[in-house]
């Protein structure tokens, strides 16, 4: 484990990604639109206008849901 990375469990699977993110700087860094998902840290919604103040720690649990439309 290197000092610029930390451990998460990410929808079920342990990940590891940049140390100090947001759960915005996350997203991006993932490559995941904004407009169509939902985030939950460690088994608490956060909002999206929280995105950007909440920050991602070692050992959290993170489960993200993209939204489909269809019909």
């Not at 939902?38 to 489960?63: C, F, H, M, P, Y």
């Amino acid at each position: 484990m290197d000092a610029e990375s930390i451990e998460v469990e990410m929808n079920g699977e342990v990940r590891r990604v940049p140390r100090g993110q947001s759960v915005e700087a996350l997203l991006a860094w993932l490559d995941i639109p904004f407009e169509r998902v939902a985030v939950e840290l460690n088994k608490s919604i956060v909002r999206k206008r929280d995105w950007a103040a909440t920050q991602v720690e070692g050992g959290a649990r993170i489960e993200i849901v993209e939204f489909v439309g269809g019909g």
